[in-house]
């Protein structure tokens, strides 16, 4: 395999390290960024805010003058708040939306330039499931996501005359230390009869029980390396499954299920 270099946001745990992992494996040369002091092992670390567009050009510009390339850009920086949206704080919900979706948009944009330029390029975007089938009580988390999914889309068209192609990956329930890092809200919880509890509750029992971060990394490294890659694709078969009949079963059906499941 001729020379790879890649950049992963959020790469000092989770999903982002089981991909920094995946690809080092590979024989890619990575670096990775966080905003911890230390970076993973097979990586080079670089400490910045992905919510701070100055500094993710920085980082951007630093790997491409130490290496003369960027080949591929792993986005997985993010992180999850859950509550009633009438006692989501406003803040709480645009610094949800500035860390999972404008933190990629921050990073892409310091990106494109040098890819398009190259005519070359893999840009992979960690998204979710609950950007497909929207979570109750994890509205914001779902609303980043899904909108992810729409950038993804979008850019894939005004991308493609320059090589440069996108794709959104996502992933369902992963045990990893992204469900203690949570932001719980419990307000309202006994305005809503302990609804918010109780769907929380079913979904980090769900996400311990999950699969391991390091099959959605192993399926990061084959779209950040396969020749051409879908707008979107969902990590493992269930997940798929589930996807699928989200889009071909009436949508009022599908928001019932949900109910059951998480609203209830």
């Not at 779902?142 to 894939?156: E, G, I, P």
């Not at 979107?232 to 109910?259: C, F, H, N, Q």
């Amino acid at each position: 395999m001729l020379k790879k270099v890649a950049l992963v946001t959020g790469g000092s745990s989770g999903i982002g390290a089981a991909a920094v992992r995946a690809l080092s494996r590979a024989g890619v040369t990575v670096y990775e960024v966080s905003r911890r002091e230390i970076g993973p092992q097979g990586a080079v670390h670089i400490p910045a805010d992905v919510t701070d567009e100055a500094a993710m050009a920085r980082a951007v510009r630093a790997v491409i003058d130490a290496e003369g390339q960027l080949d591929i850009l792993v986005c997985c920086a993010g992180f999850g708040i859950s509550g009633a949206v009438e006692y989501t704080e406003l803040q709480a919900a645009k610094r949800q939306l500035d860390v999972n979706f404008f933190g990629v948009v921050n990073t892409v944009k310091a990106a494109l330039p040098h890819m398009r330029e190259r005519g070359s390029g893999r840009i992979v975007v960690v998204s979710s499931v609950a950007g497909a089938i929207a979570i109750p009580f994890q509205t914001y988390y779902s609303a980043s996501k899904a909108a992810l999914n729409a950038y993804v889309s979008a850019l894939r068209g005004e991308l493609r005359p320059y090589g440069v192609t996108v794709t959104a990956v996502m992933p369902g329930d992963i045990a990893t230390g992204f469900t203690d890092a949570r932001e719980k809200s419990p307000l309202g919880d006994s305005q809503y009869g302990g609804r918010v509890s109780r769907s929380v509750g079913r979904m980090e029992r769900d996400e311990r029980g999950g699969m391991s971060p390091d099959v959605v990394g192993a399926y990061i490294r084959r779209m950040a390396l396969r020749r051409s890659v879908p707008p979107a694709s969902t990590v493992g078969v269930s997940y798929k499954a589930l996807v699928a009949l989200a889009r071909i079963l009436p949508a009022r059906l599908v928001d019932y299920v949900v109910y059951l499941l998480y609203a209830k």
